[in-house]
């Protein structure tokens, strides 16, 4: 049973908090335009029945996902290492992917029955980082399941602006990906390098490199020259995150296999 937090319990994880808030709000939204495909083909009013049935099936599924997987990662060192992987190979893949408009004419056939299931079970499999990530910042179960409070609050709530404003800026789309990659790394290196004692962000540190990694892409994309960079993240990073992809890339098939499906 999840207490509800004291105040100065909310004051002391603020920075925890509005992390969570960051990483959900752009890539809540970011799932949300790759679950709407699937069901694309419906009617508008059965579109719209079937997206929001998905989205609450999957939060609830999340819910419970978290009180389970939520003291497993936070345990055990092998959990820790294939989450923080995990992260890692959703930045490198996003990357590294073409991202074709692919002709998903298979899922013009399916009906409204099989594309409720067929959305919730894209929308849970894409949730999959969205738990990572909650687990990952914080160890305290209140915390880590407030990440599907507000799932459902800029989600259902906010989407639609949310949704205008990716779409204004899709560099908010790359932007998430080098969040979660970030927080796969530090995830990887405070479990790697916990025996040896090395000094940890804090959590409020955390937040300031959320903050800055986000503001930092926005300036880079409003830049009017930044083809010196592109030319350096083709001929360095793209083979770099290629090779780290590559074995990640088969470890995490499954789950991949079940999100190209809207991809």
């Known amino acids: 049973m999840i207490e509800l937090p004291e105040l100065y319990e909310i004051e002391e994880q603020w920075p925890v908090l509005a992390s969570m808030a960051l990483i959900e709000v752009l890539l809540s939204v970011d799932n949300l335009l790759v679950v709407q495909r699937v069901a694309e083909h419906l009617p508008e009013s059965q579109r719209k029945l079937a997206l929001r049935i998905g989205a609450f099936g999957s939060y609830f599924l999340r819910a419970l996902a978290l009180l389970v997987t939520a003291p497993i990662i936070s345990s055990y060192f092998v959990a820790k290492i294939l989450g923080a992987l995990y992260m890692i190979h959703l930045m490198a893949a996003h990357f590294t992917t073409n991202h074709t408009d692919d002709d998903h004419s298979e899922l013009k056939s399916w009906g409204f029955g099989k594309t409720v299931l067929g959305v919730l079970a894209v929308d849970f499999a894409l949730t999959t980082d969205n738990i990572v990530a909650a687990v990952s910042l914080s160890k305290t179960l209140w915390v880590v399941c407030s990440s599907v409070l507000f799932g459902i609050i800029f989600v259902q709530i906010l989407g639609g602006i949310t949704v205008r404003a990716i779409r204004r800026l899709p560099v908010l789309r790359d932007s998430v990906y080098v969040l979660i990659g970030w ?81």
């Open 183 to 263: 927080i796969g790394l530090l995830l990887l290196s405070e479990t790697l390098f916990k025996s040896l004692k090395i000094s940890h962000l804090t959590d409020l540190q955390k937040f300031q490199v959320l903050i800055f990694i986000t503001l930092l892409t926005l300036i880079y994309d409003a830049l009017p020259e930044n083809k010196r960079f592109q030319s350096f993240f083709t001929k360095l990073v793209l083979p770099l995150l290629k090779l780290v992809n590559a074995p990640l890339g088969i470890l995490f098939w499954p789950i991949r296999k079940l999100t190209s499906l809207a991809s």
